[in-house]
């Protein structure tokens, strides 16, 4: 995995100049276009953004692992609510091209391969791990949900490693006959665990965020 420190120290609004959101069709709703004002490169961030609101995952100061971090929105999210007390590194098969604040680090890799040895990628702990991860679509639910499922038991499997005891753990899913299973797995794990479809989901996706906290 390559390391990729945020060649934007001293920049001053790094959500300036990236670049734009696909509009028309599918992509063109309201959530699309206020990130596009808003200068996120993506609409995900209302998730995260919901997700907070109700349940209070990120503070200031957080050293946060953003799992499926690109284009980079939750990254821009995490390292604002952090703060530059705070620590966000993110990782992703595809690289992260905007400008990130200084106390965000990216690195271009494989969630299976840091699943298999954490302590390659990084000693630090940290307070919480997201996961936004999701598969290359094929067309067929199933095969997408089962997909999901896998990338999901390697997040959790770095959130085991990498959480503080009483850390928190975002993951989204994409339901399927797996489902189930997963909750029971992050239920073990955490001793809070909650279900939440953010309004900014998509009505007609099958994704879904399971939300762990007080890692055990
Ligand atoms: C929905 S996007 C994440 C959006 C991001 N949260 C944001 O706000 O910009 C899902 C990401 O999961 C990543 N991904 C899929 N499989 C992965 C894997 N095996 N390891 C790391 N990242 C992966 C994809 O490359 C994609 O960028």
Redesign the pocket.
Known sequence: MKPRRAAAVGVRNPRKKRGALRTGGWDDDPFTRRAQRENF??R??YKLQEIQKRFSILRKGDRVLD????????LLYAAEVAGSAGRVVG????PVTIALPAHVTVLTG???ELAQRPADFCEEAFDVVLS????ATTGSRGVDAARSFN?CTAALAVARRLLVPGGAFVCKIFQGEDFKRFIDAVRADFAEQRVFKPQSSRKASSEIYLVGKGKK
């Open positions: 490169p993506a995900s961030v799992l499926g971090c690109a284009p980079g929105s939750w990782l992703d098969l595809s494989d969630v299976f936004d991860m999701a598969p990338l």
